[in-house]
């Protein structure tokens, strides 16, 4: 069937969500709910057109060479510089679609009830979060780096608007700021990379760098730098060492913000552009291997921070830092195997390095849905509790029944446990990883960091969820029943309603709730995507599609011959969980008491504060950054202000002594005009003679 018509309209996806924004933007003040039913429409119908257009594309629909493309002109220099603005469609482009629209929707759905106290600045957060939308689904759709760029920079924007959204707190517009900052660093070695990508092709379209002929044709040396410089943009937005600092920090701005960009789609960026780069970096296999090593380091550093984090937020901020880890972990030792198998000939590193592009996209789908789960998980609970600190709650599952379900299914999901979405996609990664030891020495060592890291994942999520559900009611905990009873109470005139539907009524409004839901089952089922059909390997891949059926990824996950790493990564997730369960529920160790002990406060300190980070930002912000700043103001006031104000006394003297020969004398006037006159005669007969012309009298 030919789906050139549907892919045409591709163009219309962002435009719906920028329509609700301009709607918002104007008119929101007049409109009921300050425009929030505008933007739910808008986004929904932008979901809609994303899913069928998707579907279309995953089930074959795409034209023959593998995408769909649909641009213009847009400069033109010269003949050999062209400049376009388009669509581009392909397996990656309809992933991307699904994750970004769809769970942008629930977000915006459950921001209907999270946001229903803020009044008149639902317009202005309705009219930000319907931008951000449709400049994300914008990035998505570019066919070209540079107007991938474009997008990427408005996209900053509307993180930076979003988390200053309580700008009045001064936490908050420190966030704000230092996330732009963070990120502009990053964004900078995107920009550079672009340029000799651009001097390189003669264009940016993915459709010209990335034919072989044209990556041939190209000098290798530079083609690996220009790569190098634009991962430098990704590690910026996708919060990786060393620029990781300002995810924690950006969770000052609403829960909705901190699901919809800082988990499920403006972080995912990043591991998009590396997925999008996928054919110049394979023929760059020390950047691959670059991108496996900070993917790893950032996994397992992010996880340890995490693990004494008194912050519900900021441990989901830790752990997505942490996933985003795993991500570029998968595309970099796939990577890595492609390239050398490119070089060697060899087919079957080819297709492990396939596997694992898939296994880093699968996972980024995945990821995308319980993290969100989580992080509205935990705005409902901060929703009733009006606190962060995990501290202060306990004991909420009695108030918070469907809440603690939903969020016990998440952290199961991130922890790996079978048959969960995140087990099946984390388990192709550390596969991925494990296969990568054959080719580099460093891969076993990234191996043991992601295991590791599996650990640690499954002690904190349950350590959150235990802390903030489980054992005895905590300070907010009981003002929040309190409060909740008394209005309960108030609002039905008398008390003789029992105590079991005073606690239902302390769940969110349903409003809420049902997007909890529909990630829930998410979070159970998206992994199941690997046993529909051909398998999502066979839709999603990089070259070489990997298509096998349900019974050889039960047998390759269970009883295979690399079934022993599925039962590591097992033991490692339950061992995490039991350690939390005993630490936090049942109490058997004292984690106060062994964080107080000398050789362990010093660790226990130093992840509270980031591995120093935060001063280290500080540092390089006051010392560096502003001592350059001062020596280039020396340089200006000195140097350049110096040799124009010199230029400008050097003429005012000089026309000052010009003046004094201004005598009124004719007399004088004569003598200077001969005496010119005769200087002239002068020059011009020493030139002659020195150009060897004789002067004859």
């Known amino acids: 069937m030919d789906y050139t018509g549907l892919f045409e309209l591709a163009w219309i996806i962002p435009i719906l969500p920028i329509i609700s924004f301009l709607i918002v933007g104007f008119l929101g003040q007049k409109i009921k709910g300050r425009g929030g039913i505008i933007a739910v429409g808008l986004v929904a119908a932008a979901m809609v057109l994303s899913l069928t257009i998707a579907y279309a594309a995953l089930t074959g629909g795409l034209p023959e060479q593998g995408y769909f493309e649909q641009s213009f002109n847009w400069v033109v220099l010269g003949s050999d510089f062209t400049i376009q603005m388009g669509i581009y469609i392909d397996a990656v482009t309809a992933l991307m679609l699904i994750v970004v629209s769809f769970v942008a929707t629930l977000v915006v759905i459950y921001s209907l009830g999270y946001m229903h106290d803020e009044g008149?600045?639902?317009?202005?957060?309705?009219?930000?979060?319907?931008?951000?939308?449709?400049?994300?689904?914008?990035?998505?759709?570019?066919?070209?780096?540079?107007?991938?760029?474009?997008?990427?920079?408005?996209?900053?924007?509307?993180?930076?608007?979003?988390?200053?959204f309580w700008f009045e707190k001064p936490s908050a517009a420190s966030a704000a700021k230092k996330a732009f900052l963070v990120t502009r660093v990053g964004d900078v070695m995107f920009l550079i990379g672009l340029v000799i990508i651009f001097n390189l092709f003669h264009s940016t379209s993915y459709s010209t760098i990335f034919s072989p002929e044209e990556i041939a044709g190209v000098d290798q040396t530079w083609l690996m730098w220009g790569v190098f410089f634009m991962f430098g943009g990704a590690i910026g937005k996708s919060a990786q060492f060393p620029l990781h600092d300002w995810l924690p920090d950006a969770m000052e701005g609403p829960t909705t913000v901190s699901a919809l960009i800082h988990a499920a789609t403006m972080v995912k960026a990043g591991v998009y552009l590396v997925a999008r780069m996928f054919p110049l970096l394979v023929h760059a296999e020390n950047v691959m291997l670059l991108i496996a090593v900070i993917g790893g380091v950032t996994a397992f550093m992010a996880a340890t921070m995490a693990l004494n984090s008194p912050n519900i937020k900021r441990v989901l901020a830790y752990s997505t830092i942490s996933q985003l880890g795993y991500m570029f972990l998968a595309l970099g030792a796939g990577g890595y195997m492609f390239a050398l198998g490119l070089e060697e000939g060899n087919e079957e590193l080819m297709v492990a390095g396939s596997l694992g592009f898939a296994a880093g996209m699968f996972h980024l789908m995945n990821h995308a849905f319980f993290k969100a789960l989580l992080f509205l998980s935990a705005g409902s609970v901060i929703h009733y509790v009006h606190t962060e600190e995990m501290a202060k709650m306990g004991g909420l599952r009695k108030h918070m029944k469907v809440t603690s379900l939903v969020m016990l299914i998440g952290s199961l999901s991130i922890a790996g446990i079978v048959p969960l979405s995140g087990f099946w996609s984390k388990d192709l990664i550390l596969e991925t990883v494990w296969e990568g030891r054959l080719d580099s020495i460093i891969f076993l060592g990234l191996y043991v960091l992601a295991v590791l890291t599996a650990f640690m994942t499954a002690f904190y999520m349950f350590r959150m969820w235990f802390l903030t559900f489980a054992g005895e009611e905590g300070e907010a905990t009981k003002h929040a029943a309190a409060h909740h009873d008394e209005h309960h109470v108030d609002s039905h005139g008398s008390d003789e309603h029992d105590h079991k539907e005073s606690h239902g009524h302390h769940e969110a409004p349903w409003v809420m709730l049902a997007p909890l839901i529909v990630l829930a089952i998410l979070a159970i089922g998206s992994g199941f995507a690997l046993f529909i059909g051909s398998g999502f390997t066979s839709v999603i891949y990089f070259e070489i599609p990997y298509t096998h059926d349900a019974g050889y990824w039960l047998e390759k996950f269970f009883w295979g011959e690399s079934s022993f790493l599925t039962y590591i990564s097992l033991a490692a997730a339950v061992l995490g969980i039991a350690l939390a369960y005993f630490?936090?529920?049942k109490k058997r160790v004292d984690a106060p008491a062994i964080a107080s002990k000398p050789a362990v406060k010093p660790?226990?300190?130093?992840?509270?504060?980031?591995?120093?980070?935060?001063?280290?930002?500080?540092?390089v912000g006051e010392k560096i950054v502003y001592g350059f700043s001062l020596a280039l103001d020396w340089f200006d006031r000195k140097i350049i202000d110096g040799l124009v104000n010199g230029f400008s006394k050097l003429i005012q003297r000089s026309g000052a002594g010009l003046r004094r020969a201004?005598?009124?004398?004719?007399?004088?006037?004569?003598?200077?005009?001969?005496?010119?006159?005769?200087?002239?005669?002068?020059?011009?007969?020493?030139?002659?003679?020195?150009?060897?012309?004789?002067?004859?009298?």
């Open 120 to 164: 008149d600045r639902r317009r202005r957060y309705f009219t930000e979060i319907s931008l951000f939308v449709g400049v994300m689904l914008g990035l998505v759709l570019a066919n070209n780096f540079l107007e991938l760029f474009i997008f990427w920079e408005l996209v900053g924007l509307c993180s930076y608007l979003l988390i200053g």
């Open 662 to 697: 201004q005598t009124g004398f004719v007399q004088t006037y004569a003598g200077v005009v001969a005496g010119g006159a005769v200087a002239m005669m002068l020059l011009l007969f020493f030139l002659l003679k020195l150009l060897g012309i004789e002067v004859h009298p």
């Open 603 to 619: 660790l226990y300190n130093m992840l509270l504060k980031r591995y120093g980070f935060t001063k280290g930002y500080d540092y």
């Open 583 to 585: 630490t936090f529920y």
